[in-house]
């Protein structure tokens, strides 16, 4: 993806986070950009398009800031759900904006197969890190690797939502996630 | 609460589910509810109380309809939890508007101490079900009851909005947390 384009999507993320999917307009994201609102309209052609390219973009945010660790495989999948939480402003907006755009496909269905794919994509990732740890002895070899994944991926939508409203902080947000996992996954001592 | 008061709140719920907080535009609700705005006025004085009135109803509606259900405490969190979800449009209009406000509150801290108190009541009601589980002998004695209720109301809306979404089924959602639940809680057999 070009700079330019990346930077104002970027934006369109921030505006989303701010004021909502519904409240998100066109100039204010082009002002945030510094660019005009025709640039925008030149990238994207329209709203609709707008959205959906900051969802798929939110998602490659998130896969890179959330990294592809090494180790076993219950700590890779401890790793990779609870850097979904960091002190860190990007991170921050990336999550608030994805709750926003996640919520408003609930009654706007245009956003729907975006929001799905992109929710299968990081369930699929985190099923596979499972599968990993079954091999290599770390997970219990009993767990439905993908039932676990879509219930882990669930629990750091909900952690995040308290920790973005104030309620958890990163650290007490990042120790559920952990223990969480572990209760899930570990295999028992023989 | 009057009838009268009830209705408007339920009118401002759907709004609120349907268009969003920052969408909710008091005349809409006022002619959902089949009276004029001034009325909506006249009972709720400005538009933030509004917001807040509503969010404490969509608390009492829940605690309504998730039930206060007998049995052994294992059993009673299950049903608990799982009654969070139904195939039922004042439930999933309830879920949607909370989901909503919920996250309007990121930005907006006007909101914030009513949906952390709201929350914080919700966890709190589901540790005592614990605790009395740990009495029973449902539930492990060694579950940290206060921890396990944060996370297991935080998989409730993870996994709420992934209903809410079309992703997963009712039957599917309420199994996932049936099954969470129990890896959480239980008792391991002697």
Chains 1, 2 share one sequence.
Do not use: C, K
Request: negative net charge.
């Amino acid at each position: 993806m070009s700079d330019r384009r990346s930077a104002l999507l970027d934006a369109a993320i921030t505006e989303i986070a701010v004021n909502g999917t519904r409240g998100m307009r066109i100039e204010l994201v082009a002002r945030r950009a510094g660019v005009s609102t025709a640039l925008i309209y030149h990238h994207f052609g329209d709203r609709a398009t707008l959205l959906q390219s900051a969802l798929e973009h939110i998602g490659d945010r998130a896969e890179a800031y959330t990294g592809d660790p090494t180790g076993a495989g219950l700590e890779r999948v401890i790793t990779v759900l609870a850097n979904e939480i960091q002190d860190d402003d990007a991170v921050r907006t990336n999550s608030a904006a994805w709750g926003e755009l996640r919520d408003t496909s609930i009654f706007d269905h245009a956003l729907r197969p975006t929001i799905t794919a992109l929710t299968r994509r990081w369930t699929d990732d985190v099923a596979n890190i499972i599968g990993h740890g079954q091999q290599d002895g770390s997970i219990d070899p009993a767990v439905d690797a993908h039932a676990a994944a879509v219930r882990l991926t669930a629990l750091v939508e909900g952690i995040s939502t308290r920790w973005l409203t104030g309620m958890l902080t990163v650290a007490e947000a990042r120790s559920h996630l952990a223990e969480s996992t572990a209760t899930m996954l570990r295999r028992e001592a023989p």
